[in-house]
């Protein structure tokens, strides 16, 4: 067992030396996977995009990377991190900067496929990193920071974004695709600095001394221990798993709720024109567009932190899903353009609290190059809505001249995944609460395993 303050030691110092470097990747890749939404208030019009031909496109990018995300999870966990994740850097910077190039929406839908295809496996393989590094109950605190970063994207990039897109000529090219050109320079960059800073394994990091590595391994190892009746399957049988496929729905309709903030945002403020009467700057749209996900935030590292002290997850997973459908479906018929970024913020926030402590649902009982399979499916599928949301968004927006409707389907979806979530609560083993003498980083509770546990 290892020694409490030691282990705290050692998992702090994990923390800060690949937690900031992680959520900047994860920024940049937020970022270069959204701004398309951001492109979309010039560049539909440019090229002749209908809201469900953009839809389509906005939501084509999922098809390549659904059927690349597990073949790319399995690899980096045979290859290694910090080899894979470079090569995903790399290649999706050099794909999205080609965005810049489209002309019509065959190259547009093209250019889209390949960026998924590029990117398939980036998230989910960091989740699967960091349970190489991290015991349960930090690894909780590790993935609402590395989350985090999904929020700060939008929050750096809309004031920055937007102006760029609204400007007519930028060195001789219109400012949309100036933007495209900019910001996939960040991901080439920093794939090359993935090589030197990223560490695959501990046993392989020569900034832990062997006392350090030799603790955390303990911490791992006693991890695994602790479940009981262990059963290891392979990653076919995992792939198979009801567990699985279930908590790849609830995935679903967490993914369903960030839809609309991701490619429909700058759009539906851009609507209040004609239903409030409102209209704004380029740079008011970037902040409006921004400010739910400031807001979003603190609550969501409070929410986090409460479901790490109290040992519950799956209520903490529902009730911002209810929360979020419920703000989702009255946002457009709010009275007044404060009244609904309020609600789409409410939204913003739900949608964040529930994704951090979502992945700790799976870590109950995967592992292996079966967890690699399975997190990855649980993403594959999970994201799938956000293939099949924007073209529903678009197309019911042409059809009916209003963004409600679309609004409520992904409502409708949030609250189905809420209820899924509790329905899962019996076969889901809870983690215990953390005791409040013992240091924040230095608890530990079962690994990732798939497990079958007897009733006695």
């Given at each position: 067992m290892a020694d409490p303050p030691a282990l705290s030691s050692v998992t702090r110092k994990v923390i800060w030396r690949l937690l900031p470097f992680m959520m900047l990747l994860y920024l940049v890749n937020y970022v270069d996977r959204a701004n398309v939404g951001y492109a979309a208030t010039k560049m539909n019009s440019e090229l002749g995009l209908s809201a469900a031909a953009f839809g389509l496109g906005a939501g084509i990018f999922y098809l390549g990377y659904m059927l690349f995300e597990v073949p790319s999870n399995i690899l980096l966990h045979k290859v290694g991190a910090r080899i894979w994740i470079a090569r995903i850097l790399i290649t999706w910077g050099i794909?999205?900067?080609?965005?810049?190039?489209?002309?019509?929406?065959?190259?547009?839908?093209?250019?889209?496929?390949?960026?998924?295809?590029?990117?398939?496996?980036?998230?989910?393989?960091?989740?699967?990193?960091?349970?190489?590094?991290?015991?349960?109950?930090?690894?909780?605190?590790?993935?609402?920071?590395?989350?985090?970063?999904?929020?700060?994207?939008?929050?750096?990039?809309?004031?920055?974004?937007?102006?760029?897109?609204?400007?007519?000529?930028?060195?001789?090219?219109?400012?949309?695709?100036?933007?495209?050109?900019?910001?996939?320079?960040?991901?080439?960059?920093?794939?090359?600095?993935?090589?030197?800073?990223?560490?695959?394994?501990?046993?392989?990091?020569?900034?832990?001394?062997?006392?350090?590595?030799?603790?955390?391994?303990?911490?791992?190892?006693?991890?695994?221990?602790?479940?009981?009746?262990?059963?290891?399957?392979?990653?076919?049988?995992?792939?198979?798993?009801?567990?699985?496929?279930?908590?790849?729905?609830?995935?679903?309709?967490?993914?369903?709720?960030?839809?609309?903030?991701?490619?429909?945002?700058?759009?539906?403020?851009?609507?209040?024109?004609?239903?409030?009467?409102?209209?704004?700057?380029?740079?008011?749209?970037?902040?409006?567009?921004?400010?739910?996900?400031?807001?979003?935030?603190?609550?969501?590292?409070?929410?986090?932190?409460?479901s790490r002290r109290t040992g519950e997850a799956t209520w903490h997973v529902a009730l911002p899903m209810f929360v979020g459908g419920i703000s989702t479906s009255a946002a457009l018929y709010m009275s007044s353009p404060a009244l609904a970024i309020a609600a789409i913020s409410v939204t913003a926030t739900a949608v964040f609290c529930a994704i951090p402590v979502f992945w700790q649902l799976p870590s109950e009982f995967l592992t292996g190059t079966a967890a690699a399979a399975a997190i990855a499916l649980i993403n594959t599928i999970g994201v799938s809505s956000n293939f099949v949301g924007p073209y529903l968004m678009g197309w019911l927006r042409d059809s009916t001249g209003s963004f409600r409707p679309g609004m409520f389907v992904i409502a409708g979806f949030m609250v189905l995944g809420g209820i899924l979530a509790l329905a899962l609560r019996r076969t889901t083993r809870q983690p215990t609460p953390e005791p409040t003498e013992r240091p924040l980083l230095a608890t530990s509770a079962p690994g990732l395993e798939f497990t079958t546990e007897e009733t006695r």
């Open positions: 794909v999205s900067g080609l965005t810049s190039l489209v002309q019509g929406p065959v190259s547009f839908y093209l250019v889209r496929i390949l960026l998924g295809v590029a990117e398939a496996g980036f998230y989910p393989g960091m989740i699967l990193y960091l349970t190489y590094w991290l015991p349960r109950r930090p690894r909780v605190f590790a993935t609402s920071l590395f989350v985090l970063a999904i929020p700060l994207s939008n929050v750096v990039a809309a004031p920055i974004s937007l102006p760029m897109v609204a400007q007519p000529h930028i060195f001789g090219i219109t400012g949309w695709r100036f933007m495209f050109l900019a910001e996939c320079i960040p991901a080439i960059v920093l794939g090359v600095v993935t090589l030197f800073w990223l560490t695959s394994r501990p046993e392989q990091a020569k900034w832990l001394s062997r006392p350090e590595k030799e603790v955390l391994s303990a911490a791992l190892d006693a991890e695994a221990a602790e479940t009981t009746h262990t059963v290891r399957h392979s990653v076919a049988s995992a792939l198979r798993s009801r567990r699985v496929l279930a908590l790849s729905s609830v995935y679903f309709g967490i993914n369903f709720g960030l839809v609309a903030l991701i490619f429909f945002l700058p759009q539906i403020l851009t609507s209040f024109k004609q239903q409030y009467g409102a209209s704004y700057s380029p740079v008011q749209l970037g902040l409006l567009t921004a400010l739910p996900y400031l807001v979003s935030i603190p609550v969501m590292l409070a929410w986090g932190w409460h």
